[in-house]
Each structure stands twice: as C-alpha cells, then as structure tokens.
C-alpha cells in the first residue's frame, strides 16, 4: 500500500536557520514519483520539485535542496537560510507508475519561520 | 497555456443543505481529473478521480459524489451536507507525471 509520513507536525526556527522537513514514504512500486508542494495561507498549491524514482541524485535550486535515499525511502527537503516568506505547509507526496496523477499525500508540516 | 479554474472560493453552508462545486481546465484535452480534500490540520486527502468523460473512481466512502458531464468539467456534489464535510477542496488536473492544482474552495457547513 501506498503511504506517505511527514512526523514533523510543526516545526518553528528563526530566520536564518537551516531546517529539514522529513518525508518518508512507502509504495510496492518500482517507478514510482516524489513531489514536495509549498501550501501558504492562500491555500493554493505550489510545485517545488518532482523526483523519479530512477534518480537519487540530489538537487538544489537556490536556497531548497533535496536529498532522495531509496536505500530509507526517504525524500527529505532542507531549507537554508530560512526566510519569513518560506512560512507556510509543506507537503510531501507519491504517485506510482498506474496513475502518475494520482497522488498520495503526507499530512504536512507546518513551518513557522520568525524574525 | 493550460489553467484550471475552480468555484466558489469560498462557501458557507447549512447543515443538510445540497452542494456543488465545479472545476473547469482550460488549454488541453482528455485529462486526468482529481478532487483532494483537506480537513482542518490534516494532510489532502484523494476523494475522486476520473480519466474520462462519464468515468468515475471513488477513493474513500462519504457523503460526496463526483461527475464529469464534459471533458475539462469535473463537479463535486452532495444532496446534504453534513459538519465533517468542511474543509478545503482542491481540483486538480494531470498529465504526463505531472499535476496543477486549482485555488481552492474552503468549505464551512455550519
């Protein structure tokens, strides 16, 4: 079965703190999709990054990096240099090669960042 | 360009009261169509997802039910509402590996 785990709830730094938002995940599949979405109040979803799941490769875009690891199935996302504008949710989430559309998601961690 | 519109933002409704919310994509053709719902404090949640017209899945049982009378249209209603069908619900759109989210409606059913 298919399964996402955010455990971090709600995590608060003060800005210019580094943070991690952890995400593991548990599907049967050999190909499968990682996404992380930034939710702010407004509600809307934003893409952040998408990850197949051939590709361990790490990736950073600017102050966002991402470390994949099948061996812990993990997809974790680091902050660095946290900002007040990156307060919002985050979610994590999986689709699988049936229906890559079809997402699964974690529950989300809220990331309070203060000045 | 492909863009997803949803509608109402924002809706307050009685209790027993019938609902509908609809989801229109603009710019592409036959795509995969989702409703996500969040509750409060929880994660998105898949209630319903269809790959074409008159084509309905059901993820999880509850008082809502989903059609697709045209390609780019997808509505998600119910005849009564119930309290725990507040939250907030998303449409979504898929192609390819990918999928775009719609604004949102928050829902309160008072």
């Known amino acids: 079965a298919q399964k996402v785990t955010q455990a971090q709830t709600e995590i608060s730094v003060v800005e210019k703190e580094d943070v991690t938002l952890d995400c593991v995940y548990e599907?049967?599949?050999?190909?499968?999709?990682l996404f992380w979405y930034k939710q702010p109040p407004s509600g809307e979803l934003v893409f952040l990054i998408r990850?197949?799941?051939?590709?361990?490769q790490n990736e950073i875009s600017g102050r966002y990096s991402w470390n994949f690891q099948k061996s812990t199935s993990s997809f974790n996302f680091t902050i660095t240099a946290s900002q007040v504008v990156d307060s919002a949710v985050y979610f994590c989430?999986?689709?699988?090669?049936?229906?890559?559309?079809?997402?699964?998601f974690g529950s989300g961690t809220k990331l309070n960042v203060k000045p | 360009s492909q863009t997803i519109h949803q509608w109402p933002a924002t809706l307050v409704q009685p209790v027993g009261s019938p609902l509908s919310l609809e989801c229109t994509v603009e710019?592409?053709?036959?795509?995969?169509l989702y409703w996500y719902r969040q509750a409060a404090g929880r994660g998105l949640q898949l209630l319903f997802y269809?790959?074409?017209?008159?084509?309905i899945s059901s993820e999880v049982p509850q008082n809502l039910s989903a059609s697709r009378p045209q390609d780019r249209q997808f509505i998600l209603s119910s005849k009564k509402l119930l309290l725990s069908d507040s939250g907030f619900y998303l449409c979504?759109?898929?192609?390819?590996?990918?999928?775009?989210f719609g604004q949102g409606t928050r829902l309160t059913v008072v």
């Open positions: 979504a759109w898929g192609q390819g590996t990918e999928a775009f």
């Open positions: 599907t049967r599949d050999t190909t499968y999709y």
């Open positions: 990850r197949n799941s051939f590709d361990e």
């Open positions: 989430a999986l689709s699988e090669r049936d229906n890559f559309n079809k997402f699964y």
């Open positions: 710019g592409t053709s036959n795509p995969n």
């Open positions: 269809s790959v074409g017209i008159g084509q």
